[in-house]
């Protein structure tokens, strides 16, 4: 499902493009989504539509609530009124453990969301499990740490810093301005995190799972990493602007997944060293100087 726009911006999904069929509709329209279940009659949706970047939650509150809280709820009723049977994957985020109350963080840790965001996030997981006890819906909300990949956005942290290393070795930058270099976060892969939503929907009851690798690095141990992949020292690269750091911080995100892992049999097969290769090669072949 994609919302209509007058300029399409399907460059993420080309690769797979004729594998899929886009129809259209919104969020924000109630109507269009109760429409859309009644043509296609799926048996299983997944929710991953959000505004995702936590920095614009805070230029934009009302907006991120209306798709990422509110649109849920929309949603979940276009289910409850087409087709009850319908099994539903909520995009739940670690966003929502903010101001973490312990590390780990697991399925049954206090939320403390630090952004307009989480706290999003936060109304629309509970919607779903509210769905799921009142009125019987297979649905399933799947707390994700980050998860990453060579189509990551560029303005995210780890694409903005492979996306960057890949142009300073390609000799079309110098600099890469970054804000908050001590954060933490638990970053895995997301192909490995979509197999994870697919079996929470294969179960025979449905349930929360945290999604996650059980390792946090920081957003400097990120930019090591990536420099070392081209051979260069971060410092002589790296500044950073106070304009990018956030009005509340999430310092240290670090996940454990030992329901998905006992229950779904998942466990995650890419590294955070070797994820982050992927994505500095990915960019450097973008680049053509691989
Ligand atoms: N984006 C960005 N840009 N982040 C930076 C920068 C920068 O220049 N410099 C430091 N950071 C830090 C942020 O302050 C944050 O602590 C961390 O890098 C990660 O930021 P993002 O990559 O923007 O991701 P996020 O953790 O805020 O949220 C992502 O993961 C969530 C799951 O936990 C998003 O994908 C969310 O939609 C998702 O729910």
Redesign the pocket.
Known sequence: MVRRSSTENFERIEPFRDRLQLVQADLLDTMSLISLLEDIHPREVYNLA?Q????TSWKQPVLTAQFDAIGVTRLLEAIRLVDRSIRFYQAS???MFGKVREVPQTELTPFHPRSP?GVA?VYAHYITVNYRESYGIFACSGI???HESPRRGR????R?VTDGVARIAAGLANEL?????E?K?DWGFAGDYVEAMWLMLQQPEPDDYVVATGESHS?GELVEIAFRCIGRDWRQHVVQDPA???PA??DH?VGDAAKARRVLGWKPKVGFAQLVTMMVDADRARYGTS
């Open positions: 959000a995702s970047f936590v920095p985020s670690s966003e965001y996030k994700l740490f980050n303005e995210f942290v780890t903005k301005q970054l804000g908050n270099l954060a976060r957003v990018l750091t956030r911080e999430v995100l």
